[in-house]
Protein backbone atom coordinates (compact mmCIF):
# COMPACT_ATOMS: atom_id res chain seq x y z
CA UNK A 1 0.00 0.00 0.00
CA UNK A 2 2.83 2.57 0.55
CA UNK A 3 4.42 2.00 -3.24
CA UNK A 4 4.24 4.83 -5.42
CA UNK A 5 2.66 4.68 -9.01
CA UNK A 6 1.96 7.15 -11.89
CA UNK A 7 -1.31 8.01 -11.31
CA UNK A 8 -1.60 9.88 -14.75
CA UNK A 9 -0.03 12.04 -17.11
CA UNK A 10 -1.36 15.25 -18.49
CA UNK A 11 0.57 16.73 -21.80
CA UNK A 12 -0.37 19.77 -22.94
CA UNK A 13 0.19 22.51 -25.76
CA UNK A 14 -0.91 25.82 -25.09
CA UNK A 15 -0.73 28.34 -28.13
CA UNK A 16 -2.83 31.27 -26.97
CA UNK A 17 -4.88 31.60 -29.97
CA UNK A 18 -8.15 29.48 -31.69
CA UNK A 19 -7.60 28.17 -35.35
CA UNK A 20 -5.20 26.74 -37.48
CA UNK A 21 -2.20 26.87 -34.83
CA UNK A 22 -4.57 25.09 -32.43
CA UNK A 23 -5.59 22.38 -34.94
CA UNK A 24 -1.94 21.68 -35.83
CA UNK A 25 -0.77 21.52 -31.87
CA UNK A 26 -3.98 18.80 -31.99
CA UNK A 27 -1.66 16.57 -34.43
CA UNK A 28 1.05 16.97 -32.93
CA UNK A 29 -0.46 15.49 -29.68
CA UNK A 30 -2.04 12.96 -31.45
CA UNK A 31 0.79 11.96 -33.58
CA UNK A 32 2.98 11.50 -30.36
CA UNK A 33 0.22 9.96 -27.58
CA UNK A 34 -2.01 7.67 -30.20
CA UNK A 35 -5.43 9.13 -28.20
CA UNK A 36 -7.68 12.42 -29.27
CA UNK A 37 -6.57 15.41 -27.37
CA UNK A 38 -9.52 17.63 -26.17
CA UNK A 39 -9.05 21.44 -26.86
CA UNK A 40 -8.55 23.96 -23.52
CA UNK A 41 -10.65 26.75 -23.04
CA UNK A 42 -9.85 30.01 -21.73
CA UNK A 43 -11.31 30.53 -17.95
CA UNK A 44 -11.84 34.81 -18.22
CA UNK A 45 -11.46 37.44 -20.13
CA UNK A 46 -8.56 39.55 -21.16
CA UNK A 47 -8.86 42.28 -23.27
CA UNK A 48 -5.22 43.14 -23.27
CA UNK A 49 -4.23 39.89 -25.07
CA UNK A 50 -7.41 39.72 -27.15
CA UNK A 51 -8.73 36.54 -25.23
CA UNK A 52 -12.36 35.80 -24.51
CA UNK A 53 -14.03 33.60 -22.22
CA UNK A 54 -14.25 30.03 -23.70
CA UNK A 55 -11.95 31.17 -26.23
CA UNK A 56 -10.18 27.21 -27.22
CA UNK A 57 -6.40 28.34 -26.17
CA UNK A 58 -4.60 24.87 -26.44
CA UNK A 59 -5.18 21.44 -26.51
CA UNK A 60 -4.01 18.31 -24.11
CA UNK A 61 -4.36 14.60 -23.47
CA UNK A 62 -4.66 12.74 -20.40
CA UNK A 63 -3.01 9.38 -20.29
CA UNK A 64 -3.34 6.73 -17.48
CA UNK A 65 -1.84 3.24 -16.93
CA UNK A 66 0.58 1.50 -19.38
CA UNK A 67 0.46 4.28 -21.91
CA UNK A 68 1.36 6.69 -19.61
CA UNK A 69 4.57 4.87 -18.43
CA UNK A 70 5.32 4.32 -22.08
CA UNK A 71 4.83 7.85 -22.70
CA UNK A 72 6.90 9.08 -19.57
CA UNK A 73 9.82 6.98 -21.04
CA UNK A 74 9.44 8.26 -24.18
CA UNK A 75 9.28 11.98 -22.70
CA UNK A 76 12.59 11.39 -20.02
CA UNK A 77 14.50 9.82 -22.93
CA UNK A 78 14.24 13.36 -25.22
CA UNK A 79 15.34 15.13 -21.72
CA UNK A 80 18.55 12.35 -21.51
CA UNK A 81 16.76 11.22 -18.01
CA UNK A 82 17.86 14.37 -16.66
CA UNK A 83 15.62 16.10 -14.23
CA UNK A 84 15.65 19.58 -12.33
CA UNK A 85 14.88 18.87 -8.01
CA UNK A 86 13.03 22.13 -8.27
CA UNK A 87 10.80 20.06 -10.74
CA UNK A 88 8.67 18.18 -8.05
CA UNK A 89 6.29 20.07 -6.28
CA UNK A 90 5.55 19.37 -2.22
CA UNK A 91 2.36 17.55 -3.59
CA UNK A 92 5.34 15.05 -4.68
CA UNK A 93 3.95 15.60 -8.79
CA UNK A 94 6.69 16.27 -11.82
CA UNK A 95 6.44 18.86 -14.60
CA UNK A 96 8.61 19.39 -16.94
CA UNK A 97 8.56 20.39 -20.40
CA UNK A 98 9.81 19.21 -23.74
CA UNK A 99 10.90 21.81 -26.49
CA UNK A 100 10.50 20.38 -29.27
CA UNK A 101 8.38 17.31 -30.43
CA UNK A 102 10.98 16.09 -32.86
CA UNK A 103 12.82 15.48 -30.36
CA UNK A 104 10.55 12.18 -29.37
CA UNK A 105 12.35 9.31 -31.42
CA UNK A 106 10.45 8.20 -34.67
CA UNK A 107 9.50 11.74 -35.07
CA UNK A 108 10.01 13.85 -37.86
CA UNK A 109 10.15 17.64 -38.61
CA UNK A 110 6.89 18.44 -41.29
CA UNK A 111 7.65 22.29 -42.71
CA UNK A 112 3.73 22.40 -42.41
CA UNK A 113 3.36 21.45 -38.80
CA UNK A 114 6.11 23.62 -37.72
CA UNK A 115 8.04 23.11 -34.04
CA UNK A 116 5.61 22.93 -31.02
CA UNK A 117 6.64 22.39 -27.68
CA UNK A 118 5.00 20.87 -24.67
CA UNK A 119 4.72 20.93 -21.00
CA UNK A 120 4.19 17.04 -19.07
CA UNK A 121 2.95 17.16 -15.86
CA UNK A 122 3.11 13.83 -14.17
CA UNK A 123 0.77 12.98 -11.19
CA UNK A 124 2.27 10.50 -8.26
CA UNK A 125 0.61 8.89 -5.73
CA UNK A 126 -0.38 5.66 -3.88
CA UNK A 127 -3.13 2.96 -3.27
CA UNK A 128 -6.56 5.04 -1.87
CA UNK A 129 -5.63 8.23 -4.30
CA UNK A 130 -9.10 7.67 -5.26
CA UNK A 131 -10.53 8.75 -1.78
CA UNK A 132 -9.86 12.08 -3.15
CA UNK A 133 -12.20 11.97 -5.97
CA UNK A 134 -14.78 9.45 -5.58
CA UNK A 135 -18.49 10.54 -5.57
CA UNK A 136 -19.59 8.78 -2.57
CA UNK A 137 -18.32 9.62 0.86
CA UNK A 138 -15.29 11.68 -0.64
CA UNK A 139 -12.41 12.66 1.95
CA UNK A 140 -9.06 14.22 2.38
CA UNK A 141 -6.09 12.45 1.74
CA UNK A 142 -3.90 12.30 5.18
CA UNK A 143 -0.17 13.36 5.37
CA UNK A 144 0.99 10.45 5.41
CA UNK A 145 -0.43 8.74 2.12
CA UNK A 146 0.79 11.55 0.26
CA UNK A 147 4.52 11.28 -1.53
CA UNK A 148 6.69 13.55 -0.33
CA UNK A 149 9.36 14.99 -2.88
CA UNK A 150 12.35 12.89 -1.39
CA UNK A 151 9.86 9.98 -1.90
CA UNK A 152 9.03 10.84 -5.66
CA UNK A 153 12.88 11.64 -6.54
CA UNK A 154 13.79 7.77 -4.93
CA UNK A 155 10.90 6.63 -7.00
CA UNK A 156 11.82 8.53 -10.14
CA UNK A 157 15.67 7.20 -9.99
CA UNK A 158 14.93 3.52 -9.16
CA UNK A 159 12.13 3.02 -11.65
CA UNK A 160 12.81 5.65 -15.04
CA UNK A 161 16.62 5.97 -14.26
CA UNK A 162 16.10 9.29 -13.92
CA UNK A 163 19.28 11.72 -12.64
CA UNK A 164 18.48 14.63 -10.43
CA UNK A 165 20.34 18.09 -11.12
CA UNK A 166 20.60 20.40 -8.38
Not at 38 to 52: E, F, Q, Y
Not at 123 to 135: F, K, L, Q
Not at 149 to 155: D, H, K, L, V
Amino acid sequence: MRALRVQKIVVNIGVGEAGDRRTKAEKVLSMITKQKPVATRAKSTNRDLGIREGQELGTKVTLRGETAIDFLKRALATRESRMDSLSIDKMGNLAFGVPDYTDFPGMKYDPQIGIYGMDVCVEIGRAGWRVRHRTRAARSLGKHNRPSPAETRRFLTEEFGVVFVD
